[in-house]
């Protein structure tokens, strides 16, 4: 079985998407080879194609994996530009 997703985030600017795509996109992420998770930058547009040939359930927590630290970079990158008094 080969399961896809593709994600398609909309930022304000290209610099917030290359923000949280540079932050989620680490060089040396150790991922299983039957995974696979392609992400990158078109204009203000967060881009990510997950394929996995393993069960739904690692499916479905490679994806929320992924959801969870494309919010985590959102917030991150809220803080730095919104820093509270």
């Known amino acids: 079985m080969k399961l896809k997703a593709e994600l398609i985030l909309a930022y304000n600017t290209k610099r917030e998407a290359?923000?949280?795509?540079k932050?989620?996109?680490?060089d040396n992420a150790k991922i299983p080879l039957c995974i696979n998770i392609e992400?990158?930058?078109s204009d203000s547009h967060l881009l990510a194609s997950i394929q996995c040939?393993?069960?739904l359930e690692t499916f479905i927590a490679t994806l929320d994996d992924?959801?969870?630290?494309?919010s985590i970079a959102e917030k991150t990158l809220g803080?730095?530009?919104?820093?509270?008094?």
Do not use: H, Q
């Open 79 to 85: 803080a730095i530009e919104n820093p509270k008094s």
């Open 66 to 70: 992924l959801l969870f630290c494309i």
């Open 23 to 26: 932050a989620v996109s680490p």
């Open 18 to 21: 290359k923000a949280v795509v």
């Open 53 to 55: 040939k393993l069960s």
């Open 39 to 41: 992400t990158f930058r």
